[in-house]
């Protein structure tokens, strides 16, 4: 362990600043004009965070995204982080974390900087030890053991306990750092040692020689001989160091460091004091937004509070470094705070100087939620007229949105692979469905919100009613699929819910259009807000965390685009599926023809959708037979790829590639082949390597068929038929939002009634429950009453 101990002698405060305020003007080509210092003093209503305006390594960081090109990081552990809950002794668990995460990022090749409170809470703890022990071995020679119990703890002086506990505090880093063979140094500053010229060029050059040798600077103040912070010391264009988070905030700047990570016992930021019911987290701070902050007490232990914490950040802000303040003391976070931070993820508060040209994704979720409250409150004619307006735009505005999708396809061009290419594809034809499907969504909504499902009369003059009810707000999250925009959206509106929708950056162009066509058909009825296209750098894991602001997740696309957001959502259900495996079993009663049309249609149409062909099952009886080889003849001039199961491969001599895994979406011009004796083989196959998704029978015997039709487990189970008919549009739902293989709520082809939930209405008069008990004057009821007939114009 190396350790540094800088010391200076007190100086008048005034002869402290001067030497650093000239040595920072003289230091470059020029001197600071004085209007420019007075314009820097004004950028922010906290008077001290002023700093030089030019700095070598250039600006902060706009957006957390950019947070993963860090290089020089410092890391800064509030005592609330370090220290146990008693306030005496470390937290050792959450600091071998700490040190964990801080190891994996050197070892990166970034050069990591500690600063770190601890020192007081270590020493009190040995001196409490210490003085316990003495006191009890005095009192039972002098006193007996009777009076043992009356002993009592003195109060400790914050300066002895740092300098009882700094050793062992340096010695305990050393050695969890020692786990993964990186070595630190202890040093230990004042604010002299900033403001005298000589010592602050000793610390720098002291910094950088250790982060050249690949060691971990630990910092923190000299507890044991600093002063007292005096008043008004911090109003000169610097910060006074007279606690770790100004500490941190000066020697990021000093260092020229790319992000400062502040760690304490909250979140982050809020607009009001945590745990006050209206309190939310602040996710990017900007200057001048502390205006609408009400600042609460500081930690339980350390020296700053959120307040101190936030003009140090904007002070080295202000400086050229990013700064994220967060939570290292949650269980569940605390363990990969940091490196989340790193990777960009929406963790704490990011401080920023560019405010983005919109508004934030939170912001958009409360218009969406708003909207679409608004938007089950119209008359079912007024939402049909926006579905209407929205159709008739897709057909008035085709060239302009087939020119952005030009512009989408030219950018995507040796990036996408073939599918996918044909997926972002827009096409008059397209259009032209799009806006029959629009139609057909406008006219099913009719009776779709507010419909009566249930009529009980509970007792006399006591009706209860069960209705439907939009879910709330939906995300769409979709790749590559522009279409699906209009689709999803008509889907809202028609069923009333708030729409937040997260598109691939390979259809921006065509997405944007699309959107604000939408919008221009929600403007005729004045709910423009209701459906809103997330277009800030927001990553999907970080949409997927907004648990009070999005009631589902439906996700359009790939299997592993699914997969991962099933994995990333915590709290918020999601709809969809993860795979599209779906079976097509050729029985040996079934017709030549009609097998080799079906498995054309379903392979080759469109092999990049989900409900595509992905693993053909033959009879065995089928094996050179004509119809076998018509299909593999078709199949050939096709140019589909087969892949053969086992049992296939074990009938052939010179069989195509072996099938790795029977349990493969190719989602290309690929097939599994495969073999089975009977029937119940096939839907034994089908339930072990299926997706729940579509499944197929091919059959002239109608028995077989309603046998597989009743035992096969699939969200789409048909007989002779094509796969592809699993569609919301081809069912006459008009669009779906997605296929879904849950059990729960909504299954197969999503469309409008899967985006309804329901609520229940009571209407009474001054009914009680007393009245209903054994003595009561009332008795239950529970008689059906007749549902109002839906309307199916």
């Given amino acids: 362990m190396l350790s540094l101990v800088y010391r200076s002698g007190f100086q008048p405060i005034k002869q402290r600043l001067r030497p650093w305020v000239q040595s920072t003007a003289t230091s470059r080509s020029h001197r600071v004009p004085p209007a420019a210092i007075s314009h820097a003093r004004s950028w922010s209503n906290i008077p001290f965070i002023t700093v030089p305006l030019s700095r070598a390594h250039g600006k902060s960081f706009a957006h957390r995204s950019e947070l993963k090109h860090a290089k020089r990081i410092v890391v800064k552990l509030g005592s609330a982080v370090v220290t146990r809950g008693d306030e005496c002794g470390l937290a050792l668990g959450r600091l071998a974390s700490i040190v964990e995460q801080v190891s994996v990022l050197q070892n990166q090749g ?42 009592a703890v003195p109060v400790l002086e914050a300066r002895a306990c740092a300098a009882a506990g700094q050793s062992g505090l340096m010695a305990l880093y050393e050695a969890m750092f020692t786990q993964y063979s990186i070595c630190a140094a202890q040093i230990l500053v004042t604010n002299l040692d900033f403001h005298d010229e000589q010592k602050r060029r000793n610390l720098n050059g002291t910094l950088h020689e250790l982060l050249r040798m690949n060691i971990v600077p630990i910092v923190n103040t000299n507890d044991a001989v600093v002063p007292p912070a005096e008043p008004n010391s911090d109003l000169q264009g610097v910060i006074s160091v007279k606690d770790n988070d100004s500490l941190a905030a000066r020697l990021a700047v000093e260092m020229k460091t790319d992000l400062l990570i502040v760690l304490s016992d909250v979140e982050g930021l809020f607009d009001s004091p945590p745990g006050s019911d209206d309190a939310k987290l602040i996710d990017i701070f900007y200057p001048g937004d502390q205006q609408s902050v009400t600042f609460g007490t500081k930690s339980r232990v350390g020296m700053g509070g959120m307040e101190a914490k936030v003009k140090a950040a904007l002070w080295a802000l202000q400086g050229g470094t990013s700064v994220v303040i967060a939570n290292g003391t949650h269980p569940k976070v605390s363990g990969h705070v940091i490196t989340d931070i790193v990777e960009g993820k929406k963790v704490g508060t990011f401080f920023s100087e560019v405010k983005p040209a919109g508004p934030t994704v939170e912001q958009q979720g409360e218009m ?31 060239d302009a949105i087939l020119s952005a999708n030009k512009k989408d396809l030219e950018e995507a061009e040796g990036r996408l692979a073939g599918p996918l290419l044909k997926r972002l594809s827009l096409s008059t034809s397209k259009l032209n469905s799009l806006a029959i499907g629009l139609r057909q969504i406008a006219a099913s909504s009719q009776d779709s919100v507010g419909r009566v499902l249930r009529r009980t009369r509970v007792a006399k003059n006591l009706e209860l009613e069960q209705v439907t009810v939009p879910i709330g707000v939906l995300l769409v999250i979709f790749e590559s699929r522009p279409d699906c925009l209009p689709q999803v959206a008509a889907l809202a509106i028609a069923s009333g819910n708030g729409l937040l929708l997260k598109g691939g950056r ?10 604000l066509l939408t919008q221009e058909a929600l403007s005729i009825h004045g709910v423009k807000e209701a459906v809103q296209l997330v277009n800030t750098r927001e990553e999907v894991e970080d949409l997927c965390r907004l648990d009070k602001m999005i009631d589902l997740i439906i996700p359009r696309g790939s299997s592993q685009l699914v997969r991962d957001i099933q994995k990333m959502t915590k709290g918020i259900p999601v709809m969809g599926h993860s795979e599209g495996i779906c079976h097509m079993y050729v029985d040996s009663e079934a017709s030549v023809d009609k097998a080799t049309r079906l498995v ?78 009977s029937a119940q083989e096939a839907i034994d196959h089908i339930h072990k390597y299926g997706s729940s998704h579509t499944d197929v029978i091919v059959t002239e015997n109608e028995k077989t068929a309603e046998f597989f039709l009743q035992h096969v487990d699939s969200a789409c189970v048909f007989w002779n038929a094509s796969t592809r008919f699993s569609d919301g549009y081809r ?17 197969g082809p999503v469309g409008l009634e899967g985006l309804l939930t329901t609520k229940w209405l009571l209407r009474g008069l001054d009914h009680v429950v007393s009245d209903f008990s054994e003595h009561g004057s009332l008795k239950y009821l529970h008689e059906n009453l007749p549902v109002p007939q839906r309307n199916i114009n």
């Fill in 110 to 151: 970034r050069e990591m900087m500690l600063v770190t409170s601890g020192a007081v809470a270590f020493g009190k703890q040995r001196l409490r030890h210490e003085i316990l022990l003495s006191q009890s071995v005095r009192q039972a020679l002098h006193s007996g053991q009777n009076q043992l119990k009356e002993m």
């Fill in 368 to 398: 969406a939620r708003a909207g679409g409250r608004t938007l089950a409150t119209l008359e079912p004619e007024q939402r049909a007229e926006i579905i209407h307006h929205l159709a008739d735009l897709l057909t008035d505005q085709r």
């Fill in 506 to 515: 390979e259809a921006s162009h065509s997405n944007r259009i699309l959107h």
């Fill in 600 to 677: 054309r249609d379903s392979k080759c149409e469109y092999p990049a959708a989900c409900n595509a062909l992905e693993t053909l099952l033959i009879h065995r009886d089928l094996l050179r037979t004509p119809l076998f080889d018509q299909i593999i003849d078709m199949l050939r001039v096709e140019q589909v790829k087969i892949h053969a199961g086992p049992k296939f491969a074990s009938y052939l001599t010179f069989s195509p590639s072996e099938v790795k895994s029977l349990r493969t979406e190719y989602g290309d011009l690929e097939l599994c082949i495969e073999v089975v004796d």
């Fill in 731 to 747: 069912f006459g739902l008009g669009a779906e939002v997605g296929i879904s293989t849950s059990r729960i709520h909504a299954r």
